[in-house]
Protein backbone atom coordinates (compact mmCIF):
# COMPACT_ATOMS: atom_id res chain seq x y z
CA UNK A 1 0.00 0.00 0.00
CA UNK A 2 1.64 3.88 -0.92
CA UNK A 3 1.98 5.67 1.55
CA UNK A 4 -0.95 8.13 0.16
CA UNK A 5 -3.11 4.97 0.61
CA UNK A 6 -2.02 4.67 4.33
CA UNK A 7 -2.80 8.49 4.67
CA UNK A 8 -6.21 8.13 3.15
CA UNK A 9 -6.44 4.81 5.47
CA UNK A 10 -5.95 6.80 8.81
CA UNK A 11 -7.89 9.86 7.77
CA UNK A 12 -11.04 7.46 7.29
CA UNK A 13 -10.29 5.78 10.62
CA UNK A 14 -9.87 9.38 12.38
CA UNK A 15 -12.50 11.44 10.33
CA UNK A 16 -15.13 7.99 11.18
CA UNK A 17 -14.46 8.68 14.46
CA UNK A 18 -14.49 11.96 14.88
CA UNK A 19 -18.39 12.13 13.59
CA UNK A 20 -19.44 9.63 15.80
CA UNK A 21 -17.95 10.69 19.27
CA UNK A 22 -19.33 14.64 18.04
CA UNK A 23 -22.88 13.22 17.11
CA UNK A 24 -23.07 10.21 20.10
CA UNK A 25 -20.63 10.79 22.63
CA UNK A 26 -21.04 14.11 23.76
CA UNK A 27 -20.54 15.94 26.99
CA UNK A 28 -23.88 14.74 28.55
CA UNK A 29 -23.41 10.82 27.60
CA UNK A 30 -19.99 11.38 29.06
CA UNK A 31 -21.73 12.22 32.20
CA UNK A 32 -24.05 10.07 32.31
CA UNK A 33 -21.41 7.66 32.27
CA UNK A 34 -19.31 8.92 35.02
CA UNK A 35 -22.45 9.36 37.10
CA UNK A 36 -22.84 5.20 36.98
CA UNK A 37 -20.39 2.85 36.57
CA UNK A 38 -18.15 5.03 34.79
CA UNK A 39 -18.01 2.85 31.42
CA UNK A 40 -20.79 2.69 28.73
CA UNK A 41 -20.91 -1.02 27.77
CA UNK A 42 -23.82 -0.08 24.67
CA UNK A 43 -20.77 2.74 23.86
CA UNK A 44 -18.08 0.01 23.64
CA UNK A 45 -19.74 -2.17 21.21
CA UNK A 46 -20.06 0.71 19.33
CA UNK A 47 -16.36 1.23 18.87
CA UNK A 48 -15.81 -2.52 18.46
CA UNK A 49 -18.19 -2.08 14.95
CA UNK A 50 -15.76 0.56 14.18
CA UNK A 51 -12.87 -1.64 13.89
CA UNK A 52 -11.47 0.48 16.75
CA UNK A 53 -10.10 -2.95 19.04
CA UNK A 54 -9.22 -4.71 15.60
CA UNK A 55 -6.41 -1.68 14.17
CA UNK A 56 -3.00 -2.99 15.68
CA UNK A 57 -4.13 -6.79 15.21
CA UNK A 58 -3.10 -9.04 12.38
CA UNK A 59 -5.01 -9.49 9.54
CA UNK A 60 -4.79 -13.39 10.00
CA UNK A 61 -5.94 -13.18 13.50
CA UNK A 62 -9.22 -11.03 12.73
CA UNK A 63 -8.01 -7.55 12.98
CA UNK A 64 -7.11 -4.78 10.39
CA UNK A 65 -3.24 -5.22 10.30
CA UNK A 66 -2.87 -1.74 10.94
CA UNK A 67 0.02 0.05 12.87
CA UNK A 68 1.09 2.22 15.89
CA UNK A 69 0.74 5.11 14.34
CA UNK A 70 -2.76 4.40 13.18
CA UNK A 71 -4.01 3.80 16.67
CA UNK A 72 -1.69 6.94 17.41
CA UNK A 73 -3.98 8.59 15.67
CA UNK A 74 -7.47 7.42 16.75
CA UNK A 75 -6.31 7.77 20.51
CA UNK A 76 -5.72 11.78 19.55
CA UNK A 77 -9.45 11.92 18.55
CA UNK A 78 -10.57 9.92 21.86
CA UNK A 79 -8.58 12.70 23.50
CA UNK A 80 -10.15 15.21 22.04
CA UNK A 81 -13.68 13.95 23.01
CA UNK A 82 -12.06 12.98 26.15
CA UNK A 83 -13.86 9.30 26.34
CA UNK A 84 -13.51 7.56 29.55
CA UNK A 85 -13.43 4.47 28.23
CA UNK A 86 -10.11 2.39 28.58
CA UNK A 87 -9.85 2.02 25.10
CA UNK A 88 -5.79 2.07 25.18
CA UNK A 89 -4.99 -0.12 27.56
CA UNK A 90 -7.30 -3.00 25.42
CA UNK A 91 -6.43 -1.93 22.00
CA UNK A 92 -2.87 -1.13 22.72
CA UNK A 93 -1.88 -3.03 25.39
CA UNK A 94 -3.82 -6.16 26.11
CA UNK A 95 -4.56 -7.11 22.20
CA UNK A 96 -1.09 -7.19 21.32
CA UNK A 97 -0.23 -9.19 24.10
CA UNK A 98 -3.42 -11.65 23.61
CA UNK A 99 -2.18 -11.69 19.68
CA UNK A 100 1.58 -12.90 20.76
CA UNK A 101 0.18 -16.16 23.00
CA UNK A 102 -2.31 -16.76 20.62
CA UNK A 103 0.17 -17.29 17.92
CA UNK A 104 1.05 -20.68 19.44
CA UNK A 105 -0.05 -23.86 18.82
CA UNK A 106 -2.54 -25.33 21.50
CA UNK A 107 -4.02 -21.68 22.43
CA UNK A 108 -7.80 -22.28 20.90
CA UNK A 109 -9.01 -19.98 24.29
CA UNK A 110 -6.88 -17.37 23.61
CA UNK A 111 -7.90 -17.28 20.39
CA UNK A 112 -11.56 -17.00 21.24
CA UNK A 113 -10.48 -14.90 23.81
CA UNK A 114 -8.98 -12.00 21.22
CA UNK A 115 -12.21 -12.85 19.52
CA UNK A 116 -14.68 -11.69 21.94
CA UNK A 117 -12.08 -8.39 22.37
CA UNK A 118 -12.13 -7.38 18.78
CA UNK A 119 -16.05 -7.91 18.87
CA UNK A 120 -16.46 -5.54 21.98
CA UNK A 121 -17.95 -8.88 23.94
CA UNK A 122 -15.30 -9.31 26.36
CA UNK A 123 -13.05 -6.72 27.81
CA UNK A 124 -9.74 -7.97 28.07
CA UNK A 125 -6.72 -5.68 30.27
CA UNK A 126 -3.21 -6.41 31.81
CA UNK A 127 -2.63 -6.01 35.67
CA UNK A 128 1.18 -5.52 36.18
CA UNK A 129 1.48 -2.51 38.37
CA UNK A 130 1.46 -3.16 42.41
CA UNK A 131 1.46 -1.19 45.19
CA UNK A 132 5.40 -1.33 46.27
CA UNK A 133 6.61 -0.75 42.37
CA UNK A 134 6.00 2.41 42.05
CA UNK A 135 6.81 2.64 38.11
CA UNK A 136 9.37 -0.20 38.65
CA UNK A 137 8.39 -2.77 36.53
CA UNK A 138 10.31 -5.21 37.29
CA UNK A 139 8.73 -5.27 40.68
CA UNK A 140 6.41 -8.37 40.72
CA UNK A 141 5.96 -9.84 44.21
CA UNK A 142 2.46 -11.73 43.21
CA UNK A 143 3.28 -15.28 42.94
CA UNK A 144 1.90 -17.97 40.81
CA UNK A 145 3.03 -21.72 42.11
CA UNK A 146 2.18 -25.18 40.95
CA UNK A 147 -0.36 -27.21 42.89
CA UNK A 148 -0.98 -30.38 41.65
CA UNK A 149 -2.36 -29.73 37.72
CA UNK A 150 -3.22 -26.94 38.78
CA UNK A 151 -1.77 -22.62 39.88
CA UNK A 152 -2.33 -20.89 42.72
CA UNK A 153 -2.22 -17.69 42.65
CA UNK A 154 -1.46 -14.71 45.34
CA UNK A 155 -0.46 -11.16 45.57
CA UNK A 156 -1.90 -7.67 44.93
CA UNK A 157 -2.24 -5.60 41.71
CA UNK A 158 -3.30 -1.56 41.66
CA UNK A 159 -4.90 0.90 39.65
CA UNK A 160 -5.52 -1.66 36.44
CA UNK A 161 -7.20 0.51 34.33
CA UNK A 162 -10.63 -1.16 33.37
CA UNK A 163 -10.28 -4.06 36.29
CA UNK A 164 -13.71 -3.46 37.07
CA UNK A 165 -15.20 -4.12 34.05
CA UNK A 166 -12.83 -6.56 32.87
CA UNK A 167 -14.09 -10.11 31.69
CA UNK A 168 -10.63 -11.45 31.59
CA UNK A 169 -7.47 -10.52 33.62
CA UNK A 170 -3.96 -10.89 32.32
CA UNK A 171 -2.19 -11.12 35.69
CA UNK A 172 2.09 -10.86 35.54
CA UNK A 173 3.27 -12.99 38.69
CA UNK A 174 6.78 -14.30 39.61
CA UNK A 175 7.17 -18.24 38.95
CA UNK A 176 9.90 -20.34 39.21
CA UNK A 177 11.60 -19.16 35.58
CA UNK A 178 10.66 -15.78 36.48
CA UNK A 179 7.92 -13.68 35.22
CA UNK A 180 5.15 -14.95 33.40
CA UNK A 181 1.21 -13.69 32.64
CA UNK A 182 -1.63 -15.63 33.29
CA UNK A 183 -5.06 -15.93 32.38
CA UNK A 184 -7.36 -15.26 35.28
CA UNK A 185 -11.14 -14.57 35.18
CA UNK A 186 -12.52 -11.80 37.43
CA UNK A 187 -15.27 -13.70 39.16
CA UNK A 188 -12.94 -16.42 39.79
CA UNK A 189 -13.18 -17.64 43.92
CA UNK A 190 -10.25 -15.93 45.40
CA UNK A 191 -10.33 -12.43 43.59
CA UNK A 192 -11.16 -9.44 44.49
CA UNK A 193 -11.68 -6.78 42.48
CA UNK A 194 -12.18 -2.75 44.05
CA UNK A 195 -13.28 0.01 41.75
CA UNK A 196 -12.51 3.29 42.21
CA UNK A 197 -12.12 6.20 40.09
CA UNK A 198 -9.31 8.47 39.20
CA UNK A 199 -8.97 12.17 39.51
CA UNK A 200 -10.16 12.57 36.02
CA UNK A 201 -13.40 9.66 36.42
CA UNK A 202 -12.38 7.03 34.66
CA UNK A 203 -12.11 3.42 36.02
CA UNK A 204 -10.13 1.88 37.91
CA UNK A 205 -9.99 -1.45 40.03
CA UNK A 206 -7.43 -3.08 42.89
CA UNK A 207 -6.79 -6.41 42.95
CA UNK A 208 -6.07 -8.89 45.47
CA UNK A 209 -5.59 -12.29 44.41
CA UNK A 210 -5.66 -14.83 47.86
CA UNK A 211 -5.22 -18.73 47.23
CA UNK A 212 -6.71 -18.46 43.32
CA UNK A 213 -7.11 -21.54 41.55
CA UNK A 214 -6.14 -21.63 38.29
CA UNK A 215 -6.00 -24.21 34.93
CA UNK A 216 -2.77 -25.84 34.01
CA UNK A 217 -3.40 -23.73 31.03
CA UNK A 218 -4.00 -20.42 32.85
CA UNK A 219 0.37 -19.87 32.33
CA UNK A 220 0.32 -17.95 28.55
CA UNK A 221 2.81 -19.15 26.58
CA UNK A 222 5.07 -15.95 25.52
CA UNK A 223 8.27 -16.21 25.07
CA UNK A 224 10.32 -13.40 27.03
CA UNK A 225 7.23 -12.24 29.09
CA UNK A 226 9.39 -9.85 30.93
CA UNK A 227 10.04 -7.95 27.61
CA UNK A 228 6.79 -8.29 26.24
CA UNK A 229 5.00 -6.76 29.33
CA UNK A 230 7.45 -3.94 29.13
CA UNK A 231 6.85 -3.41 25.49
CA UNK A 232 3.14 -3.40 26.10
CA UNK A 233 3.22 -0.73 28.99
CA UNK A 234 5.27 0.93 26.33
CA UNK A 235 2.66 1.12 23.92
CA UNK A 236 0.43 2.13 26.64
CA UNK A 237 2.49 5.07 27.60
CA UNK A 238 2.77 6.47 23.82
CA UNK A 239 -1.17 6.07 23.29
CA UNK A 240 -1.62 7.93 26.65
CA UNK A 241 0.47 10.73 25.17
CA UNK A 242 -1.12 10.76 21.76
CA UNK A 243 -4.93 10.85 23.90
CA UNK A 244 -3.01 14.14 25.67
CA UNK A 245 -2.18 15.80 22.44
CA UNK A 246 -6.13 15.26 21.60
CA UNK A 247 -7.22 16.93 24.50
CA UNK A 248 -4.27 19.85 24.53
CA UNK A 249 -5.10 20.38 20.80
CA UNK A 250 -8.56 21.40 22.30
CA UNK A 251 -7.72 23.25 25.27
CA UNK A 252 -5.34 25.72 22.77
CA UNK A 253 -8.01 26.28 20.14
CA UNK A 254 -11.03 26.75 23.21
CA UNK A 255 -7.95 29.11 24.79
CA UNK A 256 -7.47 31.22 22.02
CA UNK A 257 -11.52 31.12 20.58
CA UNK A 258 -12.16 32.49 24.55
CA UNK A 259 -9.16 35.44 24.09
CA UNK A 260 -11.14 36.13 20.76
CA UNK A 261 -15.03 36.83 22.77
CA UNK A 262 -14.34 37.82 25.81
CA UNK A 263 -14.30 41.34 26.07
CA UNK A 264 -12.64 43.40 29.02
CA UNK A 265 -11.73 47.13 29.01
CA UNK A 266 -14.23 47.36 26.02
CA UNK A 267 -12.23 44.93 23.63
CA UNK A 268 -11.20 41.11 23.38
CA UNK A 269 -8.71 40.12 25.57
CA UNK A 270 -6.57 38.67 23.00
CA UNK A 271 -5.80 41.91 22.05
CA UNK A 272 -3.59 42.13 25.07
CA UNK A 273 0.26 41.35 23.95
CA UNK A 274 1.10 39.51 27.20
CA UNK A 275 -1.97 37.01 26.81
CA UNK A 276 -1.33 36.39 22.75
CA UNK A 277 2.51 35.86 23.97
CA UNK A 278 0.76 33.04 26.73
CA UNK A 279 -1.39 31.49 24.06
CA UNK A 280 1.37 31.26 21.53
CA UNK A 281 3.57 29.51 24.26
CA UNK A 282 0.69 27.12 24.36
CA UNK A 283 1.03 26.32 20.77
CA UNK A 284 4.45 25.71 20.57
CA UNK A 285 4.17 23.49 23.10
CA UNK A 286 1.26 21.54 21.44
CA UNK A 287 3.54 21.31 18.70
CA UNK A 288 6.71 20.19 20.57
CA UNK A 289 3.96 17.17 22.10
CA UNK A 290 2.34 16.20 18.83
CA UNK A 291 5.96 15.85 17.17
CA UNK A 292 7.85 14.07 19.52
CA UNK A 293 4.26 11.36 19.98
CA UNK A 294 4.25 11.17 16.27
CA UNK A 295 8.11 10.65 16.23
CA UNK A 296 7.81 7.38 18.77
CA UNK A 297 4.22 5.93 17.27
CA UNK A 298 6.41 5.36 13.70
CA UNK A 299 9.49 4.29 15.66
CA UNK A 300 7.64 1.37 17.60
CA UNK A 301 8.19 -1.39 14.64
CA UNK A 302 12.37 -0.53 14.66
CA UNK A 303 15.47 -1.18 16.98
CA UNK A 304 14.04 -2.02 20.39
CA UNK A 305 16.31 0.79 21.90
CA UNK A 306 15.30 3.40 19.74
CA UNK A 307 11.90 2.92 20.89
CA UNK A 308 12.47 2.88 23.93
CA UNK A 309 14.22 6.45 23.59
CA UNK A 310 11.08 7.64 21.24
CA UNK A 311 8.90 7.02 23.85
CA UNK A 312 10.59 8.21 26.73
CA UNK A 313 11.08 11.43 24.57
CA UNK A 314 7.45 11.43 23.66
CA UNK A 315 6.19 10.70 27.65
CA UNK A 316 8.48 13.57 28.98
CA UNK A 317 7.95 16.46 26.42
CA UNK A 318 4.10 15.44 26.32
CA UNK A 319 4.14 15.66 29.96
CA UNK A 320 6.02 19.58 30.01
CA UNK A 321 3.25 20.35 27.55
CA UNK A 322 0.37 18.89 28.96
CA UNK A 323 1.29 20.70 32.27
CA UNK A 324 2.01 23.61 30.56
CA UNK A 325 -1.12 24.31 28.50
CA UNK A 326 -4.10 22.92 30.80
CA UNK A 327 -2.88 25.26 33.24
CA UNK A 328 -2.76 28.35 31.00
CA UNK A 329 -5.76 27.34 29.59
CA UNK A 330 -7.27 27.62 33.39
CA UNK A 331 -5.82 31.01 33.86
CA UNK A 332 -6.79 32.16 30.82
CA UNK A 333 -10.09 31.14 30.98
CA UNK A 334 -10.25 32.89 34.53
CA UNK A 335 -13.38 31.09 36.66
CA UNK A 336 -14.78 29.69 34.30
CA UNK A 337 -12.36 27.79 33.51
CA UNK A 338 -12.54 25.56 36.80
CA UNK A 339 -16.62 25.16 36.31
CA UNK A 340 -18.19 21.56 35.69
CA UNK A 341 -20.39 23.16 32.28
CA UNK A 342 -17.19 23.74 30.23
CA UNK A 343 -14.67 20.74 29.22
CA UNK A 344 -11.99 22.83 29.99
CA UNK A 345 -11.55 21.75 33.72
CA UNK A 346 -12.53 18.07 32.47
CA UNK A 347 -9.74 18.13 30.12
CA UNK A 348 -7.16 19.38 32.67
CA UNK A 349 -8.26 16.48 34.61
CA UNK A 350 -7.73 14.25 32.31
CA UNK A 351 -4.03 15.87 31.30
CA UNK A 352 -2.88 15.42 35.07
CA UNK A 353 -3.55 11.69 34.87
CA UNK A 354 -2.06 11.44 31.61
CA UNK A 355 1.06 12.85 32.83
CA UNK A 356 1.54 9.98 35.60
CA UNK A 357 -0.32 6.79 33.66
CA UNK A 358 2.42 4.20 32.79
CA UNK A 359 5.19 6.45 34.24
CA UNK A 360 6.04 10.00 35.20
CA UNK A 361 8.23 12.30 33.70
CA UNK A 362 11.24 11.10 36.59
CA UNK A 363 10.69 7.80 35.31
CA UNK A 364 11.07 8.78 31.80
CA UNK A 365 14.02 10.25 32.49
CA UNK A 366 15.57 7.68 33.71
CA UNK A 367 14.49 5.18 30.83
CA UNK A 368 15.93 7.52 28.42
CA UNK A 369 19.12 7.66 29.69
CA UNK A 370 19.05 3.99 30.45
CA UNK A 371 18.34 3.46 26.46
CA UNK A 372 20.67 6.57 25.72
CA UNK A 373 23.74 4.21 27.28
CA UNK A 374 22.78 0.81 25.78
Not at 53 to 68: C, D, K, N, R, Y
Not at 307 to 328: F, L, M
Amino acid sequence: MSAAADDDLRQALVDSATGWLAEAYGLERRRRTLAGSGFDRDAWREMAAFGWFSIAVPEELGGSGLGLGDLAALMRTIGAANLPEPVAAVAGVAAPLLVRAAREPGTSTLVGDLNGLLAGERIVVLAHAEPASGFDRSVVTTRAVRDGASWRLDGEKSAVEGGAQADLLLVSARIEAGIALFRVEPGAPGVTVTPFRSLDGRALADLRFEGARLPADALLPVAEPEATIDAALERGALLTMAEAVGAMEVLVTDTVAYLKTRRQFGQPIGKFQVLQHRAVDMQIALEEARAVVDLAAEADAGDPAERRRAVATAKVVGARAARRISREAVQLHGGIGITEELRVSHLFRRLVVAESLYGDRDYYLRRFQDAAAA
